[in-house]
């Protein structure tokens, strides 16, 4: 997408690149083209969505920015701190005797804050090429995400039981 290879990312700047982008290359712009550039067409529409949507999430921009460093993300949790993963035990513990969706919107909202908190950590862990760093906060965002997905699942829960 011609941006800069960094993990700070004005969101605003990358929309409006994607936009751009997307204008030259937009399907609708080559129903009157041949059928080989109907189909570029569309493969470049499909690539920049999928760059876009890479470079929208911290996560995946972060696992994209590292397998340009030539590193991956640990495929399992043996690396992980013990104490880190009983907290997010606990975290889970804590969604799944929420007793109401006051409490479930709290707990999503304490997950907001960390997550970005640990999204700038990640700018810091970046810039300073501790990729050491940048994959245990990774590794921490991956499992608050997982952590937010259990929230919105039992609160869709809840709304069902209510209607």
Do not use: C
């Not at 920015?65 to 993300?73: A, C, D, Y």
């Not at 999204?119 to 760093?133: G, I, N, R, V, Y």
């Amino acid at each position: 997408m011609d941006f800069p290879t960094k993990f700070a990312v004005q969101s605003q700047e990358l929309t409006q690149r994607f936009r751009q982008l997307q204008t030259h290359v937009h399907p609708d712009k080559y129903s009157n083209k041949t059928a080989r550039e109907q189909t570029n067409s569309a493969n470049w529409s499909s690539l920049i969505n999928k760059a876009y949507k890479t470079l929208s999430a911290p996560v995946e921009r972060g696992q994209y920015m590292l397998q340009l460093q030539g590193e991956q993300m640990p495929q399992d949790n043996s690396a992980l701190n013990p104490t880190f993963l009983m907290a997010m035990m606990e975290r889970n513990e804590e969604v799944e005797e929420a007793p109401d969706s006051d409490t479930l919107e709290r707990l999503n909202a304490l997950i907001a804050k960390e997550l970005q908190a640990n999204a700038q950590q990640l700018t810091a862990h970046f810039e300073a090429k501790d990729l050491a760093a940048v994959k245990t906060t990774l590794v921490a965002m991956k499992y608050l995400h997982s952590i937010q997905s259990s929230i919105k699942k039992k609160q869709q829960q809840q709304q069902h039981l209510m209607s």
